[in-house]
């Protein structure tokens, strides 16, 4: 049914046209046509543009959706995203109490090396510093959420930009912006967040959002040149040059949307790891030094690390919320990655 | 063969020099840079200008560089700010930790990666396949510091099993030849050292092998199942050929090229978790001294010089890995 005459226009990004072996495939197939083109031949086209009009066709994007819907690993993956979202969103309402707020019922029993486990009013117990750990936990998904999918989308605008115009110029241009790709590629991912939390002189938030985000910036802007790459050549933008589309068309209507579903496939992936990575500089006391903020990655590299002898859970949760959302959205990437593949088209 | 090399090294010499040129010229533009931390916040104006002049800052930037560089090649990398030695000698003294850690590590990704990975391949679809596939997803999302205290916590406080913390018990006597622990005990037969050195490495290992255990699993699992339905192995099977000859002759020889590539790749999550997995353990390598350079007040000298040394393993062995692919694989070598 997803016959690819039934889809003209929507051309398959095709992500291994770098590796050996893709195109070989392909000469022989177009050149027997040409010529022959009997009257038999022109009526069954005719048919079949006729069939395709009638159907109206499924666009890529659709048919991965639809694939997506039977994947059990992509429901589990978008069920955790969505508890996930909602827990940040609902915060308010379901927290029981104020996140920054100390209770004297908790200090009171606060030493340095008792700190209050579970009762009726706080069913965490309380954190180091006498509030509600419940609480903080509820709210940790919103600023968790908010330094994941700031980071990624940070990472993916600077990436897309670089990849966008290195792919759509080529030549000198592509070659200038891909060395500077090699330079953040010449460092591993946590020592070149290191290095940029390093550079700033205080550690804020932001430091944080802007290290994970400029770790991944090569990572899209690669990732989009080959795609976008890889299509110049391709019958689709042929026609769209042939038919006389402005460059800038070209490369905005015809090829950037194209490219694009390898991009957000890749920015599901990086939320996973731009929550690991902040997770990382909090242990590494490079994190946010705000204390009122409910961070899971900050909750579990600071205070976890600090009372887990003390009182373990501090860094159970956290950690456990960690892995569970970071699966999550890696569960959700890797079944995207499978739907937009167009070896898995059936 | 020779031009990809020399073009390659060529792009490497680049990227390097332009990495080193960001980095000192970052450092040096600072709020809170070198001089401050020198002389803490409070310094004169007098005291600052002094210094100034002495470092020669106030030279133009690209005199300093230049001067740098000049430096940097003859391996002087200048002083640390928080003890005073040369930071050459400081890095020297950490970095064979490190690396012994990160080879045990990667000794244990690989040895258990690439068996797993091939009986899950081989068991496709079962249980063992399904149990491999969860456990890859799940050492990818547990941050591994957690990882690596959970184990501590298990193996030398509940049950007693492991040393928690540095690279040598206290009382074992060990002469440092190379500074590598597990060799020196062999070079000068002092087996106990040897024995205890090793005993020390086995959970940090485990801890900094997490990721790329998991990624070399899934990828010689892919890799694997894509061999297994060539025409060549089916052939090979059909000629009754022995199961031994089979599994190495055609499928893992072949299956193991996009593996080797990934290997390379996983130099980067040793040296990223190096940091990580040294902080849990206290093992004072060069991860414990890039958190310690940043801890105690920015310690730019030797931050510059480990960020330079980690680009420059962490591409070279890039680097060695594509050459050497070329080598395994003859259809690369053609082209």
Not at chain 1, 7 to 36: F, K, N, Y
Not at chain 1, 221 to 244: F, K, N, P, T, W
Not at chain 2, 144 to 156: A, E, N
Request: hydrophobic share 50%; proline share 5%.
């Amino acid at each position: 049914m997803s016959d690819p005459i039934t889809r003209p226009g929507v051309a398959a990004p095709r992500d291994g046209a770098d590796q050996p072996g893709t195109d070989e495939r392909r000469p022989g197939m177009s050149e027997r046509g040409i010529g022959l083109l009997g009257e038999r031949k022109k009526a069954r086209l005719e048919e079949l543009a006729r069939a395709s009009a009638d159907k109206g066709g499924v666009s890529l994007v659709r048919d991965a959706i639809r694939r997506l819907r039977r994947n059990p690993v992509a429901i589990v993956g978008a069920s955790i995203v969505a508890l996930f979202v909602l827990m940040a969103i609902f915060a308010p309402l379901l927290a029981p109490h104020d996140p920054a707020q100390r209770f004297d019922e908790l200090t009171k029993n606060l030493t340095v090396d008792n700190i209050p486990g579970a009762s009726s009013e706080f069913p965490l117990g309380s954190d180091p510093l006498g509030r509600d750990f419940f609480s903080r936990m509820i709210y940790g998904a919103r600023q968790t959420l908010f330094v994941g999918v700031v980071a990624t989308l940070i990472g993916l605008s600077l990436g897309v930009l670089i990849g966008a115009i290195s792919g759509a110029f080529g030549g000198w241009v592509d070659n200038i912006m891909m060395r500077f790709t090699d330079v953040m590629l010449a460092l591993p991912a946590l020592l070149l967040a290191i290095s940029l939390v390093a550079m700033a002189s205080r550690s804020s938030q932001w430091t944080v959002i802007f290290a994970v985000a400029i770790v991944n910036v090569p990572i899209f802007a690669r990732l989009l040149r080959g795609s976008m790459l890889a299509q110049r050549e391709s019958d689709h933008v042929l026609a769209a040059r042939a038919l006389g589309v402005k460059q800038r068309n070209i490369v905005l209507r015809h090829m950037l949307p194209n490219a694009m579903t390898a991009v957000i496939v890749q920015a599901t992936l990086t939320l996973s790891t731009a929550i690991l990575e902040a997770a990382s500089l909090s242990f590494l006391g490079l994190g946010d030094p705000d204390i009122n903020r409910a961070e899971w990655g900050l909750m579990l590299g600071v205070d976890g690390q600090r009372y887990f002898e003390v009182r373990p859970e501090l860094a159970y949760y956290p950690a456990l919320a960690i892995i569970v959302v970071a699966l999550g959205f890696t569960l959700l990437g890797e079944a995207m990655r499978e739907a937009i593949d167009p070896k898995n088209r059936r | 063969m020779l031009r990809v090399i020399v073009r390659r090294l060529l792009q490497l010499a680049v990227t390097l020099i332009a990495l080193s040129a960001l980095i000192f010229v970052w450092l040096r533009n600072l709020p809170g840079g070198p001089i401050e931390a020198l002389l803490g916040e409070r310094a004169t104006p007098e005291r600052r200008a002094l210094l100034v002049k002495a470092l020669g800052y106030d030279q133009p930037i690209l005199v300093q560089y230049a001067k740098f560089m000049q430096r940097v090649l003859t391996g002087d990398f200048g002083n640390s700010i928080r003890t005073g030695d040369p930071v050459a000698e400081v890095i020297g003294r950490a970095f064979p930790a490190t690396i012994e850690l990160a080879l045990v590590a990667m000794i244990i990704a690989i040895g258990l990666g690439v068996p797993l990975g091939y009986l899950a391949a081989r068991h496709h679809g079962r249980l063992l396949d399904n149990l491999s596939i969860a456990g890859t997803l799940l050492g990818i999302s547990i941050p591994i510091f957690f990882l690596g205290y959970l184990l501590k916590d298990v193996f030398t406080q509940n049950i007693h099993w492991f040393p928690p913390s540095g690279r040598l018990s206290t009382g074992v006597d060990n002469t440092e030849v190379t500074g590598f622990f597990v060799l020196d005990g062999l070079l000068t037969r002092e087996f106990d050292a040897t024995a205890d050195a090793l005993w020390h490495l086995i959970l940090p290992a485990l801890t900094l092998a997490t990721i790329p255990l998991a990624v070399i699993v899934r990828i010689t699992r892919a890799s694997v199942l894509d061999v297994l339905n060539e025409d060549y192995v089916r052939t090979a099977e059909a000629k009754g050929l022995r199961h031994r000859v089979i599994r190495g002759r055609h499928i893992l020889r072949n299956a193991l090229l996009p593996v080797v590539t990934i290997i390379g790749l996983q130099t980067g999550a040793l040296l990223s978790g190096a940091v990580l997995t040294e902080k849990v353990y206290n093992w004072g390598g060069l991860g414990t001294l890039i958190t310690d350079s940043i801890s105690g007040g920015r310690d730019y000298p030797v931050l510059q010089a480990l960020i330079l040394l980690a680009a420059l393993v962490f591409v070279v062995v890039n680097l060695l890995v594509d050459l050497s692919y070329a080598f395994i694989d003859p259809r690369v070598r053609v082209r």
